[in-house]
T-cell receptor, first 112, second 111 residues
Framework: NAGVTQTPKFRVLKTGQSMTLLCAQD?????MYWYRQDPGMGLRLIHY???????AKGEVPDGYNVSRLKKQNFLLGLESAAPSQTSVYFC???????????FGQGTRLTVV | DAKTTQPTSMDCAEGRAANLPCNHS???????VYWYRQIHSQGPQYIIH???NNETNEMASLIITEDRKSSTLILPHATLRDTAVYYC????????????FGKGTHLIIQP
């Protein structure tokens, strides 16, 4: 049972390049989330999904898009990366609202 | 969600109980108190949560004051592996809109 798996674990992008981060969970969870964490700060919510085919904006959605085509996968896209998007990105999933959240190990993204 | 206030950092001797305080004076009746921790930039790990009664599990105990304006997370026998940033989060039960993380408390367990 892998839990929440994020791909890739590390990536360096040039300004203006695009990329997609993949989050996969094998716990049949309905809700999935993408957060970012900047140095010395807590996590901030980017986007989330309460089920297959649904997405919603979080606290810091600008510059990101998401898709949830399959229940087990939640994709985070950067269409035109900027240095301000240098951060560690965490994915999480929960059975339902207010229940224990399971987090992935993070993706460390550097935009130069 | 109600705002929380935690000390920036704390030390605790290995083997002793670590008591981490959290103030949440504006908490509403339907809001729960959650605790997560993050060990050295890994993904956060759920510890415990509660509404108004004290809670205990294999990791920790959660003590919530009667007026619910503050709480304490207790790690009964701290080990070096408990060194981490601990986040106290208040959110309404059943809400789908994620967790609001502050800066948390950096707990350092001293050998």
């Amino acid at each position: 049972n892998a839990g929440v798996t994020q791909t890739p674990k590390f990536r360096v992008l040039k300004t203006g390049q695009s990329m997609t981060l993949l989050c996969a969970q094998d716990m049949n969870h309905e809700y999935m989330y993408w957060y970012r964490q900047d140095p010395g700060m807590g996590l901030r919510l980017i986007h989330y999904s309460v089920g297959e085919g649904t997405t919603a904006k979080g606290e810091v959605p600008d510059g990101y898009n998401v898709s949830r085509l399959k229940k087990q996968n939640f994709l985070l896209g950067l269409e035109s990366a900027a240095p301000s998007q240098t951060s560690v990105y965490f994915c999480a999933s929960t059975v339902g609202g207010g229940t224990e959240a399971f987090f992935g190990q993070g993706t460390r993204l550097t935009v130069v | 969600d109600a705002k929380t206030t935690q000390p920036t950092s704390m030390d605790c001797a290995e083997g002793r109980a670590a008591n981490l305080p959290c103030n949440h004076s504006t908490i509403s009746g339907n809001e729960y108190v959650y605790w997560y921790r993050q060990i050295h930039s890994q993904g956060p790990q759920y510890i415990i949560h509660g509404l108004k009664n004290n809670e205990t599990n294999e990791m920790a105990s959660l003590i919530i004051t009667e007026d619910r304006k503050s709480s304490t997370l207790i790690l009964p026998h701290a080990t070096l592996r408990d060194t981490a940033v601990y986040y106290c989060i208040v959110r309404r039960g059943g809400g789908a809109d994620g967790l609001t993380f502050g800066k948390g408390t950096h707990l350092i367990i001293q050998p």
